[in-house]
């Protein structure tokens, strides 16, 4: 059996720490929550990632995930993108900032959750890698599971909210889960 690899996860978010946990670890890696601030300056997820990833990797010297993610609304431009994290100071607001600014537009309200990852290590360029997840938001909170937009965020080959999936269920559908699936298949962490 080969060792177990360290990875720090630029992280204060329990849900996603949780994700990387139950999805990296039985594949041989245990994640270090690195807990950091780092300002979320680049124009792209990527770039953002990047700076997660590097700001981990500089506190730990392990090799570093950073994780950028957001919603896009469709109707709404894109928006909120990048700055799904920032409408609001906490996500009860954020997602009924949301749900307002949707308010007497036509549904279906078709969205995708887009998520980059960002690998930080001695002697490598940082690569990323991204997920998406297709999907439409809806207008009433469904679920408990989950963070973020979770609860209004429908994905209809499931018939379920990402608030309405268990836990074990979610990275099947997930932007994230998609992520780090392509993650663990670029070959990068062996």
Known sequence: MSPVKKLALATGNPGKLREYRELLEPAGFEIVPVEIEVEETGATYAENATLKANAAFAATGLP???????????????????????????????????????????????????CTIALAETGKPVRTVEGERRGEIVPEW???????????FLVP?????????????????SHRGAAIKALLESGWLS
């Open 142 to 152: 469904r679920g408990e599971a989950g963070f973020g937009y979770d609860p209004i």
């Open 157 to 173: 080959e499931a018939g379920k909210t990402f608030g309405e999936m268990d836990p074990d269920e979610k990275p099947r559908w």
């Open 64 to 114: 570093s995930l950073g994780d950028d993610s957001g919603v896009e609304v469709d109707a709404l431009g894109g928006f909120p993108g990048l700055r799904s994290a920032r409408l609001g100071p906490t996500q009860e607001e954020r997602t009924g900032t949301l749900l307002e600014m949707l308010a007497g537009v036509e549904r279906p309200w078709k969205a995708r959750f887009t």
